[in-house]
């Protein structure tokens, strides 16, 4: 939230497909609604967007999806969003996708199949990297796995370690990151089956199981967390179409309800939302239905943070589709914004 308490969406879009940059968006306090309220036009394809928080306030950072690679960062808590300084190359190819963990920005770079830590300054502002771990590997996909192509970074609950999903080379791996010098030392990795393809997964609220979502195989792979060891293992999988989809698919965004409940995964093709249900030790998944996103090529899901609402940013249509949710887990649309080549959503 800003200064004056108000609740905003930003939204990440491909420049070089027709999209304006960086979108933000009122939320209406009641229904979730969304109206369009500016744009931020300094990055070329600003994909995935990360909020972190400074004394000032919430700072917003986002990637700069190119074969440079950069990331930026913008002071949020006042109504118009303030560049902290000149965007800052990331020193490898492509990111798709970044978090900020402690006081550094950490991104997943998929051109060149690694992950780069920046430091942030006492503003936010992002600094000239302090490392670059490259990913070693490769899959049996002909195209999409002849090298290490890492989609996702994010920080597990306890905040004690970095995870980089790898779709290039079927695995996850567990990082610690040294605060004081900003490295990142590899401490684990877990192997998915060959040609999954994994893109993304999310942790259940209470941190000891996560959900890995696999755009080459579609399927959620479930895994137990064990936050202190650092080690995850898969103990089974949920295939999201069992009896086969009938058309070319890549999921692309898992979310998780926040009472563990419930489990979204959009997917690409059939522009669907797959609807899963979590039993109560959170190793239990299912299919339960699934329902049109509301557009075409749902890139990112994203859950309001009161739970009530759900968002996807539907790329190849231009717009961002919400939804209600209520106890049973399955998605009422209720609303569009129009925003060409949408690709992530996040709130400050």
């Known amino acids: 939230m800003n200064g004056t308490g108000a609740l905003r969406a930003f939204i990440g ?21 969304l109206t369009a309220a500016g744009t931020i036009e300094t990055v070329p394809d600003p994909s995935y967007l990360a909020v972190g928080h400074r004394e000032g306030g919430p700072v ?24 902290l300084g000149e965007p800052v190359p990331t020193g490898a190819a492509e990111p798709t996708h970044l978090t900020v963990c402690q006081d550094h920005l950490v991104t997943a770079d998929y051109g060149s199949g690694s992950v780069t830590v920046l430091p942030l300054a006492a503003d936010g502002a992002p600094l000239e990297p302090s490392s670059v771990l490259h990913h070693e590997g490769s899959g049996p996909h002909p195209e999409r796995q002849s090298a290490p192509h890492a989609h ?40 998915l089956l060959p ?14 199981h996560a959900y890995v979502l696999g755009e080459l195989r579609p399927t959620v792979v479930v895994c137990r967390w064990n936050p202190e060891t650092g080690e995850l293992r898969s103990i089974g999988e949920c295939p999201l179409f ?89 998605p ?17």
Do not use: K
């Open 242 to 330: 069992p009896d086969g989809a009938g058309v070319p698919v890549q999921p692309s965004a898992p979310v998780v309800s926040r009472d563990g409940r419930h489990l979204w995964a959009a997917v690409r093709g059939t522009d669907t939302i797959a609807v899963l249900s979590v039993d109560e030790p959170g190793e239990g998944v299912r299919v339960v239905t699934s329902v049109p996103c509301g557009g075409r090529w749902p890139r990112d899901l994203a859950l309001h943070p009161s739970g009530a609402h759900l968002y996807a940013a539907n790329e190849r249509s231009g717009d961002v589709t919400w939804f209600d949710i209520d106890a049973t887990g399955v």
């Open 13 to 33: 879009c491909f420049t070089s497909n027709g999209g304006r940059g960086i979108v933000q968006a009122a939320v209406d306090p009641g229904t979730g609604a």
């Open 152 to 191: 996702q970074v994010i920080q597990d609950p306890s905040g004690g370690w970095v995870l980089s999903v790898d779709l290039g080379t079927d695995s996850v791996r567990v990082c610690s990151l040294d605060t004081r010098t900003g490295q990142l030392t590899l401490h684990s990795v877990m192997s």
């Open 195 to 208: 040609g999954t393809g994994p893109r993304h997964l999310v942790f259940h609220p209470r941190g000891h």
């Open 332 to 348: 009422r649309r209720t609303g569009s914004l129009a925003v060409p080549a949408a690709s992530s959503v996040t709130f400050a």
């Open 60 to 83: 917003l950072y986002c990637v700069s999806e190119t074969v440079e690679g950069a990331v930026a960062g913008f002071d949020v808590s006042g109504p118009a969003p303030r560049l």
